[in-house]
């Protein structure tokens, strides 16, 4: 037995060397480029309900704490999406299960503009998320299943194509909300880009998870307490980073900070702070501990929310903030994942109990912020996210005081 503070790193060889492994193997690599091409088309479609919530509020004549509601129906199509969908991996081939789900989001997004209706937007945006957590769950399992122990800079990678999207979806938004005045060329072009990776999945061979039961076994039991404290790990950092991300344009344009224009670039930073932040990560993944790069990313998290708490009416300090927790927030999902790897065997099941977790968060905080955020004011935005962080610096504690077996 040995403390999870000496746990080593995902990638013991060094980066260069793991690369240069991967290289030998076309078929890893090959799947790995499809799991990539899936998370820049999931980033396209995760994002877009922030920057357009204002636009949607208007074609259903909702105010925003109605139209809020939208972030649980979404989140919770994405847990039942995670939960059915670890199922499902774990017994049909995995790439035909994620074209379906990329047909399924492109026909959500093509509708979501033309309901007029709160609760028949409400179902569109449920099954959406269904559609996304399948998919979700269906590329970090899968990824784990074709590189195993060595994951931790490929999810990083992973995520990183995430950010990319998710960076690239308020800029496609904000163009085409300039070019045509509404949200709804916004939602097809994001529709448009979601083909190719339905299209192209299925061309291939799907991995099994054979290469873990033969590592860990077949009747190796279920760490339900570590499970446990993984969940709510997830569901406190997702949702911070959620919840920033789903809220930061209307707290710049409710603050008085800066116009809708600018406030959409400005989310389209965050996402790309968080990109820039998982592309450093993946030689940093292959260097230092899972528990001193989580550490430092909480830590990291905590010192940005502070700047915009102490100094909430400035652009300056808003950018600054953005940037900087953009960055730290970017590899607690992927290094959450690797760190789950080295403590239990990752079956599709094990994996959709974790991005239930996550889900929850995505769904339960933002929801939060906005019951709150018209009477409150924008601040409790900040305040809201900078104590989900504190709760997940004090779980993550916890789990590193547990022992684990090599």
Not at 239 to 252: D, L, R, T
Not at 360 to 365: A, E, R, T, Y
Request: charged content about 10%; some cysteine.
């Amino acid at each position: 037995m040995t403390s999870s503070g000496n746990v080593p790193p995902c990638n013991p060889p060094g980066f260069v060397g793991f690369l240069s492994g991967l290289a030998g193997s076309r078929l890893a690599l090959t799947r790995t480029l499809l799991y990539y091409l899936a998370y820049v088309s999931l980033g396209l479609s995760v994002v877009s309900l922030g920057p357009t919530l204002a636009g949607l509020a208007q074609h259903t004549g909702s105010r925003l704490n109605e139209i809020s509601f939208l972030f649980v129906a979404r989140s919770l199509g994405y847990l039942l999406g995670s939960w059915l969908g670890g199922r499902l991996y774990d017994r049909v081939r995995g790439h035909r299960l994620m074209a379906a789900a990329f047909l399924s989001m492109a026909s959500m997004l093509a509708l979501a503009p033309l309901t007029s209706r709160l609760w028949a937007l409400t179902g569109v945006l449920l099954l959406l998320g269904f559609a996304e957590g399948s998919v979700d769950v269906g590329g970090n399992t899968l990824l784990i299943w074709v590189h195993g122990r060595r994951v931790g800079p490929f999810l990083n990678g992973l995520h990183f194509c995430f950010g990319i999207g998710a960076f690239l979806s308020p800029v496609i938004i904000a163009q085409a909300m300039l070019w045509s005045g509404d949200i709804t060329w916004a939602y097809w072009a994001l529709a448009l880009l979601l083909l190719p990776a339905a299209a192209i999945l299925p061309r291939f061979s799907s991995p099994r998870h054979d290469a873990v039961e033969q590592r860990h076994g077949r009747d190796v039991p279920v760490p339900y307490t570590l499970v446990a404290l993984i969940v709510l790990f997830f569901f406190l950092h997702v949702g911070a980073e959620a919840a920033y991300g789903g809220w930061v344009f209307s707290y710049a344009t409710a603050q008085g900070v800066s116009n809708a224009i600018v406030a959409a670039y400005l989310t389209s930073a965050y996402w790309g702070a968080i990109t820039v932040g998982r592309l450093l990560n993946i030689p940093i993944a292959a260097r230092f501990s899972v528990n001193a790069i989580l550490t430092g990313d909480l830590l990291g998290c905590l010192v940005s929310i502070g700047i915009l708490i102490f100094f909430p009416s400035s652009l300056v300090a808003l950018w600054v903030g953005t940037f900087g927790i953009g960055l730290a927030i970017a590899s607690l999902y992927p290094m959450t994942l690797c760190l789950a790897e080295q403590r239990m065997p990752m079956t599709g099941r094990v994996t959709g109990w974790l991005l239930i977790g996550s889900g929850s968060g995505m769904m339960v905080l933002p929801w939060l912020i906005g019951q709150v955020f018209e009477s409150a004011g924008p601040p409790v935005t900040m305040w809201a996210i900078a104590v989900a962080l504190l709760g997940a610096l004090a779980v993550l504690a916890v789990i590193q005081r547990r022992p684990i077996s090599q």
